[in-house]
């Protein structure tokens, strides 16, 4: 499973790939919305600092042609722009035409709930599918299941879109949808963080030193 980070900060974005473990960023309104200076210009520093991977913005027009625009204007951007399109009619409408038309707009097909849905986005001919988990958790129903259920059926229906897992709000999140076979996890930085860190390995460096340092006397080599 690759590791996308769900961030529009460049701060987070620098450190994480400075880890070795980013294969793609996710965007959207709202966290756009948190950063500071121009859009446009924002996009295209992330873009650069992603050097090739993929780069999920998404669009505010609500309308085929409204979203048809700005998913044009968007991919104009930098090269390795995937456009975001939130599910639904209209959104499937232009998932289809971005995608059979001239210039071939990859679309990561946002806001996706069931596997009806996500089915549909896929024939329609999304790039990619982003099942919200932690949104379903938050109405009472088991958000990682969503993604147990719809890989197991893209696996027997022989569908080879990649599954997005996102929302994620805890390192558990990230666990279940590995094991469920999603192809991608977009992680907030802070959950980036505690994928990392363990109480064990934190103590047990701890002790290491304090062994070290009670034999030697110093905490180098
Ligand atoms: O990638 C989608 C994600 O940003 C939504 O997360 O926590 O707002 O449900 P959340």
Redesign the pocket.
């Known amino acids: 499973m690759h590791f996308f980070l769900?961030t529009a900060n460049l701060t987070e974005i620098e450190d994480a790939l400075a880890w070795g473990v980013l294969s793609g960023i996710?965007?959207?309104p709202?966290?756009v919305s948190r950063e500071e200076g121009a859009f446009e210009p924002l996009v295209q520093k992330i873009c650069s600092f992603m050097q090739g991977n993929p780069v999920s913005v998404e669009v505010l027009a609500t309308t085929v042609e409204g979203m048809i625009d700005e998913a044009l204007r968007l991919s104009a951007l930098a090269p390795n722009i995937v456009v975001k399109i939130p599910m639904g009619v209209e959104g499937l409408k232009v998932v289809s035409k971005l995608s059979r038309g001239e210039k071939k707009v990859p679309c990561n097909v946002?806001l996706v709930f069931s596997v009806n849905q996500a089915l549909l986005a896929v024939r329609a001919g999304a790039s990619y599918i982003?099942p919200?988990i932690?949104?379903l958790d938050?109405i009472g129903w088991d958000g990682a299941a969503l993604v147990e259920e719809m890989a197991a059926v893209f696996r027997c229906q022989k569908i080879a879109t990649p599954i997005?897992a996102?929302?994620?709000?805890h390192p558990q999140h990230v666990q279940r949808v590995a094991a469920a076979g999603a192809h991608i996890a977009?992680v907030?930085y802070a959950v980036l963080k505690q994928l990392a860190d363990h109480p064990l390995t934190n103590l047990g460096m701890e002790r290491f030193l304090a062994d070290w340092s009670r034999s030697r006397g110093k905490t180098s080599l």
């Open positions: 769900d996710t965007t959207n709202t966290l946002t982003s919200f932690g949104r938050d997005i996102a929302s994620i709000r977009t907030p």
